[in-house]
């Protein structure tokens, strides 16, 4: 095994001695402005990823002294990332979890990661809008619950973030309202996202380029895509627009410090009841970094963690949880697929995985048996992975499992991001076991309702109709699977009801703030990432609001 | 050497732009992953060498890939996925467990440990342990079509297909940076990219593959 290559980034942190990694060259530094602990910053920021970084960017060009934490490295992807999917595990959170429920979830590379810019240095770069009516499905769909937030409001933070990202997308997007002009223009179809096209075209759907967040033109020290397609393994090129190297070059700029491989165990409350600061792991020992503010952005598992991690005699129940709703209501994408053969050589490891996508069952409630929506992408699984796919969800092993493995050019396959209703019963708590910190594990139970599964159903028999329609063979259903985590610390409108409000700051705690997918209220059938950042954006202007006004 | 894309071979391209120095060093690395077992016992060790080959049976007419020293690697750096279903102890005791099951389960049903059996008799009782029907005490209650699924099956076919001679076989175009590919469409090959043998087309795709760099 290479245990011990390419994993310096792991064993000691870089960011220090006024310098961090320059993601743009393959061993070059950047500056980096420090601070003191003793000092209190006015924001400490847990985790780096689609919410944490984000917002570390937008605080500190907004002149506040930031300094943000993650548990994981700081690689420069030009000489450390390999074409590799075993190698690239180190971009993900492999500490033990614990996972119940009917259907318990497939985490680790599947699903989050540990790493400077967090799990959008191996996300597929899937960057959608939540459609319109999402943010008030209660009151005009009849399901979930009504978001906080009025939809032409995140329109306008949607399009803030896909100029930051230069997305790559289609000229006229088919559905919704209108929406400007993506960045860059929309990039070349592989074969795989050809077949999704004709399978939609066979279905008398509509259907488009995705709206990606890798560039199809060259950009300040950024190139264009080069269709190698290991993106979910991360990308060696930077060609991919994550948050290791948008975001996170402009806070540092801006004067924020980030911390790596610093792991924040708990967070402090003074005797006034607010957040003084968060101890945090780095270097073999446990430092107290005090603070004005605290703002959990862990993700959906890590950050409950990490507020029931953090209970004391005045909060027992741990942190902003005084509607019992921390760790609940965990919500995740269905993530089925249906997969056939085709004549064609279809290769379909040449491009990002999915290049073209159908929004249609998002838009279109017709004869519907169930709540929600989902969309549908083209797919293009590296062979492990879809190894993996044939022995967990076809139980193919021994010859069987070779030969079917040899028809991997022939491949094609239509992949859901399907929403799921939130649902109490499914929750993030601590287990007993003990991680090398000494923190008590996240138990994840998850279970699919009556909903989730019509959903399902209706999906599976659609894309399979698909798929008849381009004349596959031999196909087959992915029955389980899921993919993205919401939920944890949803935002609302009443503190019974909610942890959060429309800004993302916790009722309970007025300088504690939770700034990730935790806080969507529903989880909507698209990819999370573009909403978590929009809300990112959101929340800063509206703390720059608040200062202003001296209400923070 | 593989059916469909005779004569690719995936390491031919290591010197040229589609492979960067850390995949060369990390892949370097893995063909040479010692042979022996270092975590698991001699009889585990043979155990696990009688499992790998059910589950990813190779051909003889090439160097094996020592899948059960792949496995063994994993173990001994305690790699696990990073999450486990709750039915399952933890990565290194599921493994250790299931192994002793197989064993004492064959050992039952024919006087002759999982090693020894005939490799029906070890597809058999694979097959059951798949379906869950395996109960022996010496599982300590952890079900065997979980075992099975998750780690058996699982670790075993990843560590093949993440192997080079893997990527052989099913014409993946292996390692892709930073020249990443050109061609995307349908029946569109770029020159670093395996050619298929069609059928007449045998000696067209050996010539093309013996050409990959
Ligand atoms: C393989 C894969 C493909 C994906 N593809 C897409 C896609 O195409 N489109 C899309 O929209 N979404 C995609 N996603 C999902 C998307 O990446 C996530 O939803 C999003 O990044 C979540 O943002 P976040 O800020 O909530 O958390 P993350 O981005 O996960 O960031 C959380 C960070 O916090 C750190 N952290 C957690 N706890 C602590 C602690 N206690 N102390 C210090 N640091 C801590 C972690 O190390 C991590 O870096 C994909 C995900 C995966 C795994
Ligand atoms: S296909 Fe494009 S985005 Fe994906 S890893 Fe390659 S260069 Fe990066």
Known sequence: MSAELYLEALETPRARGGRAPDVFSPTGWVPMREYPLDEPVDFAIVGTGAGGGTLAAKLAEAGFSVVAFDAGAWWRPLSEFASDEEHQQKLFWTDERVCSGDNPLVLGTNNSGKAVGGSTVHYAMVSLRFRPEWFRSRSLLGYGVDWPIDWQDMWHYYREVEQVLGISGPVRYPWGPKRPRYPYRQHELNASALALARACEAQGIDWTSTPLATLSAPRDQAPPCVYRGFCVTGCSTNAKQSVLNTWLPRALKGGAEVRDLAMVGRIETGPDGLASGVHYHRDGSWHFQRARHVVVAGYAIETPRLLLNSACPRYPDGLANSSGLVGKNLMVHSNQAAWGLVDDEIRWYKGPPSLAISEHWNYCDDNKDFFGGYAFMSQGPLPAAWAETQVGNRGLWGQALVDEMEKYNHQVGLKIVGETLPQERNRVSLADERDAYGLPIARVSYSFCDNDLRLINHAMRFLRGGLEGIDAREIWSETEGTAHLMGTARMGDDPRTSVVNADCRSWDIRNLWICDGSVFPTSGGVNPSLTIQAIACRTADRIGDMARRGEL | ?213
């Open chain 2, 1 to 213: 050497m593989s059916r469909r894309y005779p004569e690719y071979d995936v390491q031919s391209k290591r010197g040229g732009p589609s492979w960067n120095d850390v995949t060369r060093q990390i892949v370097d690395a893995r063909l040479a992953i010692p042979r022996e077992p270092r975590f698991l016992d001699a009889t585990q060790w043979t155990i696990l060498c009688a499992l790998c080959a059910c589950v990813v049976p190779q051909p003889q007419n090439r160097p094996e890939v020592p899948l059960a020293a792949l496995i063994d690697a994993r173990l001994l750096a305690d790699h696990g996925d990073g999450y486990r279903d709750a039915r399952l102890p933890p990565f290194r005791q599921a493994w250790r467990i299931g192994l002793a099951a197989l064993d004492a389960e064959a050992l039952d049903r024919h006087a002759e440990g999982f090693a020894g059996l005939s490799r029906t008799q070890q597809d058999e009782l694979l097959a059951d342990a798949q379906a869950g029907d395996l109960v022996h005490p010496a599982w300590q209650g952890m079900p065997s079509r979980l075992f099975f699924s998750l780690r058996l099956a699982h670790d075993i076919a990843a560590a093949y297909y993440r192997h080079p001679v893997a990527w052989n076989e099913v014409g993946f175009g292996g390692p892709a940076a930073p020249r990443g590919y050109v061609r995307l469409g349908a029946n569109h090959r770029d020159a670093w990219e395996p050619a298929e043998a069609r059928p007449g087309a045998e000696s067209r795709a050996r010539e093309l593959n013996r050409h990959v760099r």
